[in-house]
């Protein structure tokens, strides 16, 4: 790929950049349009249950209608029962030849309570080189920029040589069913080469705001939800016996907690850790670099385990976060339940878990149940041309930028479109001191002008690499 990427940077970057320089005050002007189109996504409230995803679905709709975008290039999906919707938008392009590349993001956000907020949280408000707002981050930004770049192509005449669809969602913060009826609603997608997802990856800075590696999701861990239940005959408990439906549920848990599920790693898990060991001095690098050569080595996991986000990449995870027990007071307790919310390493069944955690718990009397039929999605192999794509797209504002890939332990849309067949990659071009200014889903949600200026930056030069003519 090394030959074939300089050749992209020496054609490409060239003319991309002399004509971004030639026409300065016209960029500026799409700055501006792209900065007023995520202040109009901010107003609507598209928290789940609160009918404001469709009318923010139909005002992005109208935006590319007016533009010129056809009628029937401009779906809106209704979902009458919970109220929301989706968009998909085709930006038509080349003769049929190359199949389809998906841009991917989500219109509804996460509730936010005005009185835990320093700002209104629906309403756009910039406050020194910072936007605040509900979904700055997650992920109104690309929504915005996503937009405001392929509106900015269209004006400019730009055809791509192949379809692209871009798809906004309307539910995935909860139940992800308008991005579950998709494939139904659009035959073509299901045609796509992959997808890109703005609602996952990430662009980190340090401290100083420097770029230290760019985050590319290739993967996510399947959600999944077991109940664990113990029932008893109960009775008075001024007559308490050994047997108890709340003692036993807690063995289980005990147990459960005391559970390490065997380690694992992918393509995209070692060339995690491999990368990943450069920027890490010490001890941290070491133990990252020797997983990276030997995923057995014990010493390397037993070190792992003791990092958050690295333990999570190397194996399933399984933990209780809800109990439930009891009925009154002065009772034994004829029930007892607990919720365990696992993250299920990419490529291993929903099944397999659940054997796993019957054994972990074998000598207790505790019947699991799984609460839904989860996403099992496999991982996205890594791709060179994404990996060229986004590393020229870095180009003009993060020149150099290690390029990281990274199984996520959260659960995106991404899983649904992995799912169904098409590669997924993570691609977010917003960049952000991590974690201290990863807020998306809390209080005070805010987006740095510049990471929001430079992601249009990014998105066109991305947007024109997988559709353009020079490869
Ligand atoms: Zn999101």
Redesign the pocket.
């Known amino acids: 790929m090394g030959m074939r990427l300089f050749l992209l940077l020496a054609l490409g970057l060239t003319s991309l950049f002399s004509s971004a320089r030639a026409n300065e005050s016209g960029h500026d002007q799409q700055a501006q349009a792209a900065l007023d189109l995520l202040a109009e996504a901010i107003q609507f409230e598209t928290v789940a249950g609160r009918s404001q995803v469709c009318p923010y679905a139909r005002t992005l709709k109208a935006r590319f209608v007016a533009a010129g975008f056809a009628e029937t290039d401009t779906q809106i999906f209704e979902l009458n029962e919970d109220d929301t919707c989706s968009l998909v938008v085709r930006y038509p392009g080349g003769d049929g030849k190359r199949r389809p590349v998906i841009f991917l993001a ?1 219109m509804d956000v996460v509730e936010a309570l005005p009185e835990d907020w320093s700002y209104p949280p629906f309403e756009m408000t910039r406050k020194g080189d910072r936007l605040y707002g509900r979904g700055v981050l ?2 109104k930004g690309s929504v915005a920029a996503i937009t405001s770049t392929l509106l900015h192509l269209w004006a400019s005449g730009y055809r791509p040589t192949r379809d692209l669809y871009f798809v906004v969602t309307g539910d ?2 909860t139940t992800a069913k308008t991005t579950r009826l998709l494939f139904s609603q659009v035959a073509a997608l299901a045609t796509a080469e992959y997808a890109l997802n703005s ?1 996952a990856g990430l662009g980190v800075l340090n401290a100083e705001r420097k770029p230290i590696y760019f985050q590319l999701q290739t993967a996510e861990k399947t959600y999944a939800t077991f109940e664990l239940t113990t029932t008893n005959s109960g009775g008075h408990s001024s007559l308490p016996r050994a047997d108890n439906a709340i003692y036993e549920l807690s063995k289980a848990l005990v147990q459960l907690q005391g559970f390490r599920f065997p380690v694992r790693s992918t393509e995209s898990t070692i060339a995690y850790f491999r990368a990943s060991s450069k920027l890490y001095p010490g001890e941290v690098g070491r133990h990252m670099a020797a997983f990276a050569a030997d995923p057995a080595d014990k010493v390397a996991i037993e070190f792992l385990d003791q990092m958050q986000g690295e333990a999570a990449m190397i194996r399933t995870t399984c933990v209780a976060t809800m109990l439930q027990g009891g009925h009154a007071e002065n009772a034994l307790p004829q029930t007892a339940s607990a919720m365990v919310n696992c993250r299920i390493f990419p490529g291993v069944s929903l099944a397999t878990v659940e054997a796993l955690i019957t054994q972990a718990i074998a000598d207790l009397d505790v019947s699991i149940r799984a609460l839904f039929r989860p996403f099992e999605n496999p991982p996205s192999d890594i791709n060179p041309d994404i990996v060229e794509a986004v590393s020229f797209a870095l180009g003009r504002d993060y020149a150099g930028t290690p390029i990281i890939p990274y199984v996520a332990p959260y659960s ?1 849309d991404g899983a649904i479109f992995r799912a169904n067949g098409i590669p997924t990659y993570g691609v977010s071009g917003q960049f952000i001191v991590y974690p201290e200014e990863k807020r998306s889903h809390g209080k005070d949600e805010f987006l740095p002008v510049e990471s929001f200026l430079k992601s249009l930056h990014y998105w066109n030069a991305l947007i024109r690499t997988v559709s353009g003519e020079s490869r």
């Open positions: 989500h997650d992920n995935e913060e609602d995106t």
